[in-house]
Every structure is written in C-alpha cells, then in structure tokens.
C-alpha cells in the first residue's frame, strides 16, 4: 500500500496571503496525485488531478505541483472561502487502490 | 448536472450486513469509462476509499476491505449498491459515493454525494 503523508496537520494563514500544501508518498506515483478540499459538515471538492490538472470551475489561485513522491499544493491568495481541510490522494497503478492522505487544515491566523 | 444520493440505515449492530444504495443522475454507467465509487470517512478522521465499479462491470476493492465488500451496479436503474458484511463499530463512518469521470485516465471523484453517516452500535 502507498501511504500519503500531509504536511503540516494544521497551517495558521492570514486572509491574502499564501499557502503552501505538501503530500509525499511512500514510493513514486509519478503524476496520478489529486487534491481535494473539504469543509465542514460537506463532501470532499475536486480541486486538482494529475498533480497540476485544475478541475473544472476551480480557480486559478489554487495551483498544484510535484512528481514523484513529493507534491505540492498552492493557494495563491486566501479567501475567506478557502478555510478548510484539503487531502491528497494518489492513483497510481493497476489494480488500482487508491489512498488518501491524513488532510490539512487550513485555518484563519 | 450530475448528482449522487446515498441512501440505507443510519444505525446497524455489530455483525451485522450493511447495504448502502447510491442513485444517480446525469450520466450513464453503460458510458465507456465512467464509473462510480465509494469513500467513508471516521468521524474527525480521513478519507478512506473502500470500491469501485466501472460501466463494463469491472470491480475494485481495497484489499484490507475485499473480503467484506461487493458493488454492484443496476445501469437501468441509475443505482449502485455496497454491501459491507460483518458490521464493527470501527466502521462508523460517513459514506461517501462518487462519479469518476470517462474522460480521463486518472482514478478520481470530480462529484460526490452529501454522503450518509453510519454508526454501528448495540
């Protein structure tokens, strides 16, 4: 099994300002690394896939990166709206078997 | 639009069988490509993948669940159903199905149901 690894657990960040995500994988999944954002009390968002694909209606101010076993994900600018847990998860691979990451929460500083 | 909707118990016992039935609409599972899975999620806790079936009856599970688990899919009826045997209260969770899309190779979830929360206790 890949194990996806987020870091850090909880990240303080002022309205404006940025945000930066990080994911590793216990072994290489090339690119098939997807993020999602989740808020309180509501199912997971489609954000990013194929580590720096933005799914669709997903602004521009969230971007993605990384390849290998290490990934990144990138708030540009916080809104207010942007305050939530994100997770990775990883598809690589046949048989798939598909993993999440333990999430980060982004919190208002 | 696409839209997913879980539906089954809100409370089983302990060794009991779970069935979880997900009805969609605005696609098709006979589309090449598509298919439809489920995710639960502890309370607090992470995001945990359990199965999959594809358009072309192609099954997948998490080989720490397999044992427990079977999808299935009724394309005419736009449903598909998780049976997860021998019910514990580590499996209280919220129950997540999602559409994965055709039209792409990577194994992701672009929508989701609202989700339906479990408990498993006596």
């Known amino acids: 099994e890949i194990v996806m690894t987020q870091s850090p657990a909880t990240v303080s960040v002022s309205p404006g300002e940025r945000a930066t995500l990080s994911c590793r994988a216990s072994?290489?999944?090339?690119?098939?690394l997807a993020w999602y954002q989740q808020k309180p009390g509501q199912a997971p968002r489609l954000l990013i896939y194929?580590?720096?694909t933005r799914a669709t209606g997903i602004p521009a101010r969230f971007s993605g990166g990384g390849s290998g076993t290490e990934f990144t994900l990138t708030i540009s600018s916080l809104q207010s709206e942007d305050f939530a847990i994100y997770y990775c998860q990883q598809y690589h691979g046949w048989p798939p078997h598909l993993t999440f990451g333990g999430g980060t929460r982004v919190e208002i500083k | 639009q696409i839209t997913l909707k879980e539906s089954g118990p809100t409370l089983v016992k302990p060794t009991e069988t779970l069935t979880l039935t997900c009805t969609f609409s605005?696609?098709?599972?006979?589309?090449?490509?598509?298919?439809v899975g489920w995710v639960r999620q502890p309370p607090g806790k992470a995001l945990e993948w359990l199965a999959l079936i594809y358009w072309n009856e192609d099954k997948r599970y998490s080989p720490s669940l397999k044992n427990r688990l079977t999808i299935t899919k009724d394309a005419s009826k736009n449903q598909v159903v998780l049976t997860m045997t021998n019910m514990d209260p580590v499996d209280t969770a919220t129950y997540y199905c999602?559409?994965?899309?055709?039209?792409?190779?990577?194994?992701?979830?672009?929508?989701w149901g609202q989700g339906t929360l479990v408990t498993v206790s006596s």
């Open positions: 999602a559409h994965r899309p055709g039209q792409t190779d990577a194994i992701i979830f672009d929508v």
């Open positions: 605005g696609f098709s599972l006979t589309t090449s490509g598509v298919a």
């Open positions: 194929d580590s720096s």
């Open positions: 072994q290489s999944v090339y690119s098939a």
